[in-house]
C-alpha cells in the first residue's frame, strides 16, 4: 500500500472535542443519525417534513444507540437544485428550536456550508458542531464564522460543488489529492486558532467509484493527521452502482462499507440507519478489543 506524508506542522493529536463546554471522547467510535429536512435527498425515506416527524425521528436516533445528529435542510445529491440562505433558514429554525427545546445536551451537528447559518445556528440554538460538505469553499466567510464561535468543525473534501462535483471528476491519485488538500485546510484553520477539526474524505462527493473504493481502501493513511475522521458512506451510489439496486436496497452494503471504515480508524459513522451502525461498532469492538487499530488490521 502506498504510504503518504505530510509535514508535521499539520498533525496534531485531538481524539476529544470540545463541544460547549462538554468534552467529547472520540477515542471510540460513534453514531451520528441522520436528519434530512429537505423534500430531495437522495435517500427518499430519509427525508422528513414535519416538527413532529422531526422529533419522532430524533427519539429513534436516541433508543438505537445513536449518540449525535446531523441535521441538513439543504439537499448536497449529486445535482440537487441551490436552496437560498433565507429558504436553508426558514427550514432549520423551528426545526432546531423543536429539538432543543426536548434535548437540551443533545450533541446536534448541523450540515451547513454557509457561515450566516451556522452563526445563528450556534448563538440561538446552541448546535454544537458544524458540518461543512465544502471545506469553507463555497462561502468565504466560513473559517471566520468557525474561528470565532470556536465549535468543532467537519472539513470535508469536495472537487466542485453539489450542482457539478460528479461531472467527470478527475484526480491524479485521490488519496494523495484528498490528503494534501485537507492538510492545506487544516494549517489554514490552525493559523486561525481552530483546534477542533474532524476529518471527513467526502465520500461521493466529486468522486467516481473507484476514487471511493480507493479512498476506503486507504483509509488508514489518515491517521497521520491525529485527527477524528467521519465518515458518511450510508446507502450512498458507491454501494448500488456497483452491486446493484437503489439507495433502499443498499443497507446490508451500507454495512460492510461501515465495517471497513471502523477497520480503517472511522471515529464517527454519519448513517440513515443508526440501529444497525450501532451494532456494527459494538461487533467490531468486541472482535478487536478496541477500535484504535489504524493499519494493524487494513492493508495486512
Not at 446531523?70 to 432546531?96: C, H, N, Q
Not at 486558532?193 to 461521493?204: E, K, N, Y
Not at 460492510?256 to 450501532?278: F, K, P, S, Y
Request: proline content about 4%.
Amino acid at each position: 500500500m502506498k504510504q503518504y506524508e505530510v509535514d508535521a506542522k499539520f498533525l496534531n493529536s485531538r481524539f476529544t472535542i470540545n463541544c460547549n463546554g462538554r468534552l467529547v471522547d472520540l477515542s471510540q467510535p460513534e453514531v451520528m443519525g441522520i436528519i434530512n429536512i429537505t423534500p430531495d435527498s437522495f435517500y427518499e425515506n430519509s427525508r422528513i417534513d414535519s416538527i413532529d416527524g422531526v422529533l419522532k425521528r430524533v427519539e429513534e436516533i436516541l433508543e438505537e444507540g445513536g449518540s449525535m445528529i446531523d441535521v441538513g435542510a439543504y439537499s448536497s445529491r449529486p445535482g440537487a437544485d441551490d436552496v437560498p440562505e433565507e429558504e436553508e433558514g426558514k427550514r432549520l429554525w423551528p426545526v432546531l428550536s423543536a429539538i432543543r427545546n426536548h434535548w437540551p445536551d443533545l450533541l446536534i451537528s448541523l450540515d451547513t456550508f454557509r457561515g450566516g447559518i451556522a452563526e445563528r445556528a450556534v448563538g440561538d440554538f446552541g448546535v454544537d458542531i458544524i458540518n461543512d460538505i465544502s471545506a469553507g469553499s463555497l462561502d468565504d466567510s466560513m473559517f471566520e464564522t468557525i474561528a470565532r464561535l470556536q465549535v468543532p468543525y467537519v472539513l470535508m473534501h469536495i472537487q466542485g460543488d453539489p450542482q457539478n462535483m460528479q461531472k467527470n471528476p478527475h484526480y491524479s491519485d485521490v488519496t494523495g489529492d484528498v490528503i494534501l488538500f485537507l492538510a492545506q485546510k487544516v494549517d489554514h484553520l490552525r493559523s486561525m486558532g481552530v483546534s477542533d477539526i474532524i476529518l471527513d474524505p467526502g465520500f461521493g462527493f466529486g468522486k467516481n467509484i473507484d476514487h471511493n473504493y480507493q479512498l476506503l481502501r486507504d483509509l488508514d493513511q489518515f491517521k497521520m493527521f491525529e485527527l477524528p475522521l467521519l465518515v458518511g458512506v450510508s446507502r450512498k451510489s458507491m454501494i448500488y452502482k456497483y452491486i446493484g439496486g437503489s439507495p433502499r436496497t443498499s443497507l446490508n452494503g451500507t454495512t460492510v462499507l461501515n465495517t471497513l471504515a471502523l477497520l480503517g480508524g472511522a471515529r464517527i459513522l454519519r448513517v440513515h440507519d443508526v440501529r444497525e451502525a450501532v451494532e456494527c461498532v459494538n461487533l467490531v469492538a468486541k472482535t478487536y478489543g478496541s477500535l484504535d487499530i489504524g493499519n494493524s488490521v487494513v492493508g495486512r
